[in-house]
């Protein structure tokens, strides 16, 4: 079946810091190429409370980059300001706190509309998430209420960010990632990627592709999780479903 071209184009990151290293340094190179000739990216900073001190964070990384970056909190009109950008960065930290500032600011339209006609989305950590259907696979605390637990819906499965397997050895009772992905799984149909840190997806050309350090765990309804390797393209993956006869689809 021939595919339909797909203009959106994501990089959707784990996280922002691996340990040993400074902000961003494990995925500079890949933010680089990803972005090709694009020189001014908008900055999203609605995950953490000092957005100022955030923003200056991120200005300072990106210029070591050679790219300018403006903070969509900075500017008068932020929709057009959305409408206008080539590149969007939404950054990570709480994602309860995010989705209700993209919310209170009227931003989840104007970032999908500017998405679907081509512009480059980066998110990372809180950032992926918001760009999946919901941010119900975070692991933050609401420490603020969104409107909706809805987000920008720009890929069809959801990111678990910071995966981290199940320690054998560890006397902790807690429930496991996995065993909140599998609860999540029980109740929604969409099926789940967990980044390890260090890794991300690069959503281009219709291909999901995983890139980064490590090996990725898919989790999808009625099928047994599995890991894909850094290089595959997770697409037929993500697509595949369990039919009402028991059957994979």
Known sequence: MTRV???????????????????????????RDFV?????????????????????????????MGLALTSVHDVSNMPRAIEEADAIFVGGGNTFRLLKGLYDHDLLDPI?????????????????????????T??????????????????PFQISPHYLDHDPSSTH?????????LQ???ENSEPVVGLREGSFLRVQDGAV????????????????PLEAN??????????ERVSAAGRVA
Do not use: W
């Open 5 to 31: 071209h797909d203009p959106r184009r994501l990089l959707l990151i784990s996280n922002s810091t691996l340990y040993g290293r400074g902000y961003l340094d494990h995925v500079a190179d890949e933010i």
């Open 36 to 64: 090709g000739t694009i020189s001014h990216v908008l900055f999203v900073p609605y995950a953490v409370y000092d957005r100022y001190a955030y923003a200056a964070r991120a200005r300072d990384r990106f210029r070591a």
């Open 112 to 136: 999908r509309r500017r998405v679907a006609a081509g512009a480059l989305y980066i998110g990372s950590s809180a950032g992926s998430i918001v760009a999946c259907p919901t941010l119900k």
């Open 138 to 155: 975070t692991k933050d605390m609401p420490v603020v209420r969104p409107p909706s637990f809805e987000a920008l819906g720009l890929v």
């Open 173 to 181: 009772m807690g429930e496991t990632q996995e065993e909140r992905i």
């Open 184 to 186: 999540f799984l029980e």
């Open 209 to 224: 592709m995983l890139k980064g350090l490590h090996t990725a765990r898919v989790f999808r309804r009625g099928l047994a």
């Open 230 to 239: 850094p290089g595959t393209d997770l697409r037929g993956i993500l697509e």
